[in-house]
């Protein structure tokens, strides 16, 4: 029988490594708008999310929302959208995405009290899906369909 890794290959899938950090979370480096960021794999998020400090950082475009974020112990967070942006992970990629904005610093402050580092977002369900994302948890591994 043929490992995940030569079968997923086969399939047309990348192989991207995560960093598992002491927080227990999966960390993974992404290019937002060609711009390198770190950035925690949740698959329990709804959408990718990168906190409203780094707007200009990832040159986001971004406009006021109605939604309230939820999570992370926070709730009723103030937010604001960011369309037509480009997620890189690895090779993979995918133009004309929506990106949650909010603010991150409880996210952060629970990381950097566990001696984890902070991140600049969340790559959530949104993107996972649109990669069909296989996650090798084993083996520290996230495989993503080009």
């Given at each position: ?12 899938y990348i ?12 960390e ?12 925690i ?8 999310c ?17 939604i ?12 604001k ?35 984890a ?12 899906k ?17």
């Amino acid at each position: 029988m043929p490992s995940l890794k030569k079968f997923l290959k086969k399939k047309n899938y990348i192989k991207i490594p995560l960093l598992l950090t002491k927080t227990n979370h999966f960390e993974v480096t992404a290019q937002i708008n060609g711009i390198s960021g770190r950035f925690i794999l949740d698959t329990g998020a709804s959408n990718t999310c990168i906190g409203l400090d780094k707007i200009d950082f990832f040159k986001l475009n971004s406009k006021e929302s109605k939604i309230k974020a939820a999570g992370a112990g926070a709730t009723e967070m103030y937010t604001k959208i960011s369309t037509k942006n480009t997620v890189a992970i690895g090779t993979w990629s995918k133009n004309k995405q929506k990106i949650v904005l909010f603010d991150l610093v409880h996210v952060n402050e629970a990381l950097t009290s566990h001696q984890a580092l902070p991140v600049d977002g969340i790559i959530g369900a949104d993107v996972l899906k649109k990669g069909k994302a296989i996650i090798d948890y084993k083996k520290t591994k996230l495989y993503l369909k080009l």
